[in-house]
């Protein structure tokens, strides 16, 4: 399984962006998707995560009502729609893939990783 994560750049606080995560397999509604980022001088940390069929989705508390995750699971892709940016939100962020029916929110859970997308929020 290969993830392709896209979108990243710099915006200014208050802006919105969103970010996609292509997947290329064949049984990607078997696959539970996350976004993690990582921050200049911190540890890789979760930020969201949805389920096989899209039903079910949880967040970090840094980023719930801003946040949405969503999948398309006709076109193998996962996005993260980020609204009401903040300078804090400047990460390098990844999508994450796992066969389980609920990812989890530790980043050690999951199997597939794709390479990283920058995003950079201005003041």
């Known amino acids: 399984v290969q993830l392709q994560a896209s979108g990243g750049g710099l915006v200014q606080a208050g802006d919105s962006l969103r970010l996609s995560c292509a997947a290329s397999?064949?049984?990607?509604?078997?696959?539970?998707m996350g976004w993690f980022r990582r921050a200049p001088g911190k540890a890789r940390e979760f930020v969201a995560v949805i389920n096989w069929t899209g039903s079910s989705t949880y967040y970090a508390d840094s980023v719930k009502g801003r946040f949405t995750i969503s999948r398309d699971n006709a076109k193998n892709m996962a996005y993260l729609q980020m609204n009401s940016l903040k300078q804090e939100d400047t990460a390098v962020y990844y999508c994450a893939g796992d066969p389980s029916p609920m990812g989890s929110t530790v980043d050690v859970g999951w199997d597939y990783w794709g390479q990283g997308t920058q995003v950079t929020v201005s003041s």
């Open positions: 397999t064949p049984t990607f509604n078997r696959l539970a």
